[in-house]
């Protein structure tokens, strides 16, 4: 997952609760995929790490990216990442693969999971496309440490284009739980996700990562199942920006500003210099959540729930807009 969010101001810490962490190591998967070791600078030992959790990079042009942990739950000294170089990036998937270093300093920051593991599910059941294993290879190792029950299906271009697959034998222990689609190998069909849905035992929980096309199919699989037990994370999100302006009005700060057609709450929140923590700005990562006082959002991330929706108390200002003429925000 890739994304971006405001600078803050600091010098070794920063109260997003951000530490400095050393380059300990780059291993090169694939033409396009380095993996990362980050240690932190002064030692010791991380926080736990949450299976689907993922990190914030700070990098260097005022960048900040967002990546999903590969670690298991006896990796406390360092965080993994694997980093897929985007042709039609940001720039920070380029200055990782190109640019960075062993020994090279980054600000890290921890930030919160939007793709959580349910817990005591009969059997997890898990789909993942290209560098979409990454937060799945997490939450497979933890299920592996704790001896419960879970399947993979795993698809890529290609079997060179795929990544982890030594680490996904040592984990199935030859029974059979890794399943492996290469379109190249199959005429350039795409994994039969619909009948992998439909193979997984009643009451298992389904997770998915991997790009658009895969994720649509998986939706539509999962359409009769039930919502709690359906899960899944997006590279990025494309949210409309259509629709009336209105006003946003910032509750702490006793501020007013128009949103016009084609804007978003937080490029006019930026323009005016109004300081709010921002990541993806697509509507996935859930950085940007904040509470609604008054007005009725017109939601369009891919984070909240259906209830949370409903319900009208917050909202993502990276990608939302409003039915309302007018919002107040708890800013």
Known sequence: MTAQFAMPQRGAETDSGGMQMRVQA??????????????????????????????????PGNLVRSYSLTNGPGCRDAYCIAVQRAGDGRGGSAYICDQLRVGDLLHVVPARNTFPMAKAAEESVFIAGGIGIT????????????????????????????????????LDGGQGRVQLHFDDENSGASPDVAGYVGSAPAGAHL???????????????????????????????????SG????????RSGKEFFVPEGRTIMDVLQEAGVRVAYSCQSGVCGTCETRVLEG????????????????GRTMMICCSRAFSDRLVLDL
């Open 135 to 170: 937060p799945i290879l997490s939450m497979i190792r933890h299920l592996a440490s704790e001896g419960a029950s879970w399947r993979l299906l795993y698809a890529a271009r290609s079997r060179k284009d795929a990544i982890y697959l030594p680490e996904l034998e040592a």
């Open 207 to 241: 997770y998915a990562c991997g790009p658009a096309p895969m994720l649509e199919a998986y939706e539509t699989a999962c359409a009769d199942l039930p919502a709690e037990c359906v899960h899944l994370e997006r590279f990025a999100g494309d949210a409309e920006l």
């Open 296 to 311: 009725v959002p017109d939601h369009r991330d891919m984070v909240l729930s259906e209830s949370e929706r409903a319900s």
């Open 244 to 251: 009336g302006g209105f006003v946003v009005e910032l509750r």
């Open 26 to 59: 780059i291993r090169w998967h694939t033409p396009t995929i380095r993996e990362l070791e980050l240690r932190p600078e002064s030692g010791g030992t991380l926080p736990g790490i949450s299976p689907g959790g993922h990190i914030d990079l700070e990098l």
